[in-house]
């Protein structure tokens, strides 16, 4: 996370600063650590957050001071949407009432505070910063693309209202988007308005705020940084160009899970741009046909498993026979793509299904690993792979010391290897997706080189038939 020579002025003088998340996982975590990164350079700091979510096992540090203010759940016992409405009212109207209480209490105890940080979708609580005399500072959790989307609409530079499916979206510093693109909330708001309304509100009153923060990388988003938008384009890495520089007809299999369909379905779009012709195979208890007209969709069935017994049995069930089905009916796909005149040159499997790369290999095809994890969780698992890092010692305070990772704690490692549970399959799933990869033609990551080059150069001369996609 990168917040340049803004946070440098912010923490020149030592100040205490105050951190009020709003209270939803996703906007708690990136809080949390930036407050870990402020007590890293000796600023104090004072986390608040709601009774209704106890973060102090997350902050892991006794530095952190935790002020709780208390927040009622609903009580309608209708529809869900106005269970979501009472709860922001509520949420509003307690911090209004709390916040100054607990910023006095803090004075009182000879630490008063000289900045409040709080979550961009609580633009209340800067008024309440104000009117005390403290410097308000928003925090944005999601990237800076998506919040200059949101601030068109806040606009009104952009009408939500008269977007269609196929429409397409054009806003400065933005490349072209479709309307799927876009964030959910704007395309399929169902019914819960009150959420679009909370993340367009958040722009209310934002010129009166010290700053901005966000949650992203100033390499990769540092034309929107403190809303100076000027221009993205996302970089395409050479071993990618060495890849469609024939045009050749490209084969994707993505595992049937949203975060691995997603990535490889956008990879697909990228390729269909430069005059590729693109093949998804999918099963049919996911149908993506909708997402784009462009691609040649194929579908393998997969039945849902039947076990009555525990979930454990069904994901196995599920993932045995996702392994039998793609087995026997991906060969007929590439085959059936032969016989109409396009044979396919390269197979892109997602390296959770390596059986793929042993049908394109048997079949005479190219096979390239697609890892939709990032560089660094594909390093972790390689290590538990190899058995250089044995997760069957780990214990809670165990520190863990990788080859181009900065040291880590358990909690640190990827769900599966420390938290297994009933889901044994999984972490099998995981670590053999290296199984037989030195056959493939390569392997693109889901990531930015400049990222992750460090992680990168360690993982091209170790496993040397890897490749980056940037």
């Known amino acids: 996370m990168s917040t340049g020579e803004n946070e440098e002025t912010l923490l020149s003088g030592k100040p205490h600063v105050m951190i009020i998340s ?16 402020l007590l890293s350079r000796g600023i104090k700091v004072t986390l608040v957050t709601t009774t209704s979510l106890d973060i102090s096992p997350h902050a892991n540090s006794a530095s952190i001071n935790i002020e709780h203010i208390p927040v009622t759940k609903p009580l309608s016992p209708g529809r869900a949407s106005d269970a979501i409405n009472e709860f922001l009212a509520i949420l509003k109207t307690s911090i209004t009432r709390s916040l100054p209480e607990v910023i006095e209490k803090q004075k009182a105890n000879g630490c008063p505070v000289k900045f409040l940080i709080y979550d961009a979708l609580m633009p209340y609580a800067l008024d309440v910063s104000l009117k005390l005399g403290v410097q308000g500072v928003a925090f944005v959790t999601h990237s800076s693309a998506v919040f200059a989307i949101f601030y068109h609409v806040h606009r009104r530079t952009m009408d939500i209202n008269t977007l269609q499916e196929s429409s397409s979206v054009t806003l400065p510093s933005l490349p072209l988007l479709e309307a799927k693109d876009l964030p959910s909330y704007l395309t399929d708001i169902g019914s819960y308005p009150g959420v679009l309304a909370l993340c367009t509100n958040q722009f209310v009153g934002l010129e009166k705020a010290y700053g901005v923060l966000f949650n992203t990388f100033e390499k990769l988003e540092g034309e929107f940084r403190f809303l100076e ?6 970089s395409m890495g050479k071993n990618e160009e060495t890849l469609i520089s024939s ?3 490209i084969l994707l299999v993505p595992c049937p899970f949203q ?3 997603n990535p490889m379905l956008q990879f697909s779009r990228r390729l269909v741009s430069r005059g590729i012709k693109v093949t998804l195979v999918t099963t049919s208890s996911l149908d993506i046909s909708h997402n784009s007209t462009s691609i040649n969709i194929e579908h393998i069935p997969v039945v849902t498993p039947s076990s009555p017994g525990r979930a454990s049995d069904s994901v196995d069930e599920f993932l045995a026979r996702l392994q039998t089905n793609i087995t026997r009916s991906l060969p007929e796909v590439i085959e059936k793509q032969k016989a109409n005149g396009c044979p396919v040159k390269f197979l892109i499997y997602d390296a959770l299904l390596p059986y793929g790369l042993d049908i394109s290999l048997k079949l005479g095809i190219q096979g390239v690993a697609f890892v939709t994890h990032s560089c660094a969780v594909f390093a972790i698992y390689y290590h538990v792979y190899r ?3 044995d997760i069957n010692t780990l214990e809670e305070l165990s520190p863990i010391t990788l080859p181009s990772l900065p040291l880590l704690g358990v909690k640190d490692l990827p769900s599966f290897l420390t938290d297994i549970g009933p889901y044994q399959g999984f972490l099998t799933v995981c670590s053999n997706q290296f199984l037989g990869l030195e056959k493939a033609y390569g392997v693109l990551f889901n990531t930015f080189e400049k990222l992750e080059g460090e992680v990168s150069n360690f993982l091209l001369p170790t496993v040397s038939f890897l490749e980056m996609l940037s």
Do not use: A, D
């Open 22 to 37: 709003y209270p939803l996982q996703g906007h708690v975590n990136p809080m949390v650590q930036f407050s870990k990164r």
């Open 229 to 234: 938008k000027k221009g993205y384009k996302m």
């Open 247 to 249: 045009k050749p007809h």
């Open 259 to 261: 975060g691995h369909i």
């Open 387 to 389: 058995r250089t890092l």
